[in-house]
């Protein structure tokens, strides 16, 4: 998809090297905040909440997927207001909505109202995931953006990390607070940081290189200089993109649905791993505290946040190639089906982190794609656009996982069905760069497009 990019400039170096350590950490712990409220439901599932809210698997993973019913509706409309307004003030209001809601969770009383929050809060967290990659994009340019978006993805893999024992520590403060339930808590807990956060903000981050006071003239030139060039070729290569332009885009299509399988796997796991796990202390006849669950929830993830790291830094260092997203996609497609087949809770644990491994690396390469060749409104758009299709796996994947489980009585066939999607994105990946072979990407010029 690209060369081997050439050594940077020193004032390259430096700009890069300051918006590396002054946003992406900052926009990182709201991602970190914003998964770990969006996958909290997970956490709280199979240490009381389901009990007390008298929950089937199949209504469960409804709650879990009605989320994304409102997260979809506003996605595409979200960005466009970002790009309007300015990320400042978007990515703040966003996550003071959300934090707002995710509070409430901690007196819902029955499924009805779990569906209606759930579903309230898509309706507020709509934008913040393509808001934040967008914004990201708009600092950087494209051969330094894939590093920077690795640094940025590291906060989903330890959200669940360190997010997994947090909960998991929450939940067990049973009755500390008015005799809260230890999962109301926890809900509770999660939920106060993302109003703090989105209040801080406001105030921290900036909208463009030329309002950064910590960099210097030089540095605030460089990047906004490569910024409006790069820009100024993509349309002139392709001419002044329009939303459009963006929606009738079949590259941006062929993403989407890439990434469709990418999240399906990732819900699947994050969803009902701490499900999964609960099997394991009827296989084993054993019992975990809710602690020790979170601690083996985290397994998986921090080899995953490693293997992130190296691959991406191979792709920065190489220059990014189909077989950065393709054979990630396939190791998952062909490792996820095989965990429920491991024999022995190690085993299975051994595999899960081998899908997850694959998912994240895959990832942060993966959102380099979209804005090499789409700016402005059609890159907030088209980045809108593929993460709506994608995250329609965030309503799927917990839903069908949840009803086929009841269907068959088992999570065989559920698992069976996210290794079809992975393998779909590995050959929607491998299509698409062929493809382009052919027909490079305007934005990219010379550089070919899948060798």
């Known amino acids: 998809m690209s060369r081997s990019p050439a050594p940077a400039p020193p ?51 409804f709650a879990s997927g009605v989320f994304f019913v409102g997260y979809i509706l506003l996605e595409v409309p ?46 507020a967290e709509a934008g913040f995931f393509p808001g ?20 940025f993805y590291l906060a ?21 607070f008015f005799g809260l339930e230890g999962w109301r808590f926890m809900f509770m807990g999660v939920a106060i940081p993302a109003i703090v956060v989105g209040v801080i903000a406001w105030f921290y981050l900036k909208d463009k290189p030329a309002d950064a006071k910590w960099l210097t003239p030089e540095e605030q030139a460089w990047l906004t200089n490569a ?23 079949g590259r941006v ?44 929830t985290a397994i998986p993830y921090l080899p995953a946040a490693i293997a992130m790291y190296f691959w991406s830094r191979d792709a ?4 990014l190639k189909t077989w950065h997203i393709a054979l990630p996609a396939l190791l998952g497609a062909v490792s996820i089906p095989l965990a429920l087949y491991a024999g022995s809770p190690v085993a299975t644990i051994a595999v899960i982190t081998v899908t997850a491994c694959a998912i994240f690396a895959a990832l942060p390469n993966f959102w380099t794609l979209p804005t090499r060749f789409l ?54 990946m491998v299509a698409l760069a062929r493809r382009g072979n052919t027909a490079p990407a305007p934005a990219e010029s010379k550089e070919a497009v899948g060798r």
Do not use: C
């Open 11 to 61: 004032v390259a170096q430096s700009a890069i090297r300051k918006v590396a350590v002054r946003l992406v950490p900052f926009v990182a712990l709201m991602f970190f905040i914003n998964y770990l409220d969006r996958t909290a439901i997970g956490f709280a599932s199979p240490n009381g909440m389901n009990d007390d809210l008298a929950l089937s698997a199949a209504q469960f993973g």
């Open 78 to 123: 979200s960005n466009l207001a970002l790009h309007k307004f300015g990320a400042r003030k978007w990515l703040a209001r966003i996550m003071i909505s959300w934090g707002i809601v995710a509070l409430l969770f901690t007196w819902v009383q029955n499924f009805e109202q779990l569906v209606a929050l759930r579903f309230l809060l898509g309706v």
């Open 132 to 151: 934040a990659i967008l914004f990201l994009s708009m600092w950087v340019p494209a051969a330094h953006r894939g590093r920077i978006l690795m640094l």
């Open 156 to 176: 989903q893999p330890l959200t669940t990390v360190i997010g997994a024992p947090l909960a998991g520590a929450l939940i067990q403060q049973h009755g500390v």
């Open 227 to 249: 910024l409006e060039a790069e820009k100024t070729e993509t349309e002139a290569a392709q001419g002044h993109a329009s939303i459009r332009n963006a929606f009738g885009s």
């Open 253 to 296: 299509w062929a993403l989407s649905f890439v990434y469709f399988g990418f999240i399906y796997g990732l819900y699947a796991l994050a969803f009902f791993l701490p499900t999964i796990i609960d099997g394991f202390q009827a296989a084993a006849g054993t019992e975990f505290d809710v602690f020790e669950k979170g601690l083996i």
């Open 316 to 319: 920065s260092k190489r220059g």
């Open 375 to 428: 700016t402005g409104a059609a890159a907030a758009a088209g980045v809108a656009l593929i993460n709506t299709i994608g995250n329609l796996a965030g309503f799927s994947a917990p839903y069908v996982t949840g009803a086929v489980h009841d269907w068959t009585g088992g999570y065989e066939v559920p698992m069976m069905i996210v290794g079809a999607f992975m393998l779909l994105s590995s050959v929607l």
